[in-house]
């Protein structure tokens, strides 16, 4: 059974750094892409990057370049999303999904983590 | 970046209609369009991958039309469990979501 186990619920300061983390299991996790996908009510499902375990291929996205990064642990099939500091606005439920490869780009996301909410409050 | 646009964003129906949702690209994408099924407190769960192909799983009362820029998701017959929040998501450049519609019991 395919299975994304996300790390659990964040409660942190503005300035600390975080690091959350999602253990694929029931598959070659090498071979599909892992997305990280922010959720709020504001402003919905937006991707904030993804990585491809097999040659760690990472590509973000515009709005999230520089603010954060994505790793990867193949030995451990677990991806991670990481800030080295925290601001309120990025408090949000936080997503990571497995893609299948394509030929250049991922394709859809068909299987989801349980989420991972994150608060960032003084 | 392609911007994904839904409408309506909110849609009232009862048990047993047909509902349509639409989402607009803002540029070609092809077929490389999928719909998703949220509800409250849960992730995403996938429903049609490339527009039509209905995910393994999914009652064939969903189903998926479109390409380019153009794409529907349709509800032939609404069932108690279908009331949730739907999304569409490109991925022919990275992934852009859209902004949601809500489907509520009328």
């Known amino acids: 059974e395919v299975q994304l186990v996300q790390s659990g619920a964040e409660v942190k300061q503005p300035g600390q750094s975080l690091r959350i983390s999602c253990k694929g299991s029931g598959y070659n996790f090498a071979t599909y892409w892992i997305a990280w996908v922010r959720q709020t009510p504001g402003r919905g499902l937006e991707c904030v990057g993804i990585?491809?375990?097999?040659?760690?291929?990472?590509r973000y996205s515009p709005s999230f370049q520089g603010q954060v990064s994505i790793s990867v642990d193949k030995s451990i099939s677990t991806a991670y999303l990481q800030w080295p500091s925290l601001r309120a606005s990025d408090t949000a439920m936080y997503y990571c999904?497995?893609?299948?490869?394509?030929?250049?780009?991922?394709?859809?996301?068909?299987?989801w983590g349980q989420g991972t909410l994150v608060t960032v409050s003084p | 970046d392609i911007q994904m646009t839904q409408s309506p964003s909110t849609l009232s129906a009862s048990v047993g209609d047909r509902v349509t949702i639409t989402c607009r690209a803002s540029?070609?994408?092809?077929?490389?369009l999928a719909w998703y099924q949220q509800k409250p407190g849960k992730a995403p769960k996938l429903l049609i991958y490339?527009?039509?192909s209905l995910e393994s799983g999914v009652p064939s009362r969903f189903s998926g039309s479109g390409s380019g820029t153009e794409f529907t998701l349709t509800i032939s017959s609404l069932q108690p469990d279908d009331f949730a929040t739907y999304y569409c998501q490109q991925y022919d450049s990275f992934f852009t979501f859209g902004q949601g519609t809500r489907l509520e019991i009328k």
């Open positions: 990585i491809y375990p097999g040659d760690y291929d990472t």
């Open positions: 999904a497995r893609s299948y490869s394509g030929v250049s780009n991922p394709y859809q996301p068909d299987y």
């Open positions: 490339k527009a039509s």
């Open positions: 540029q070609r994408i092809s077929s490389w």
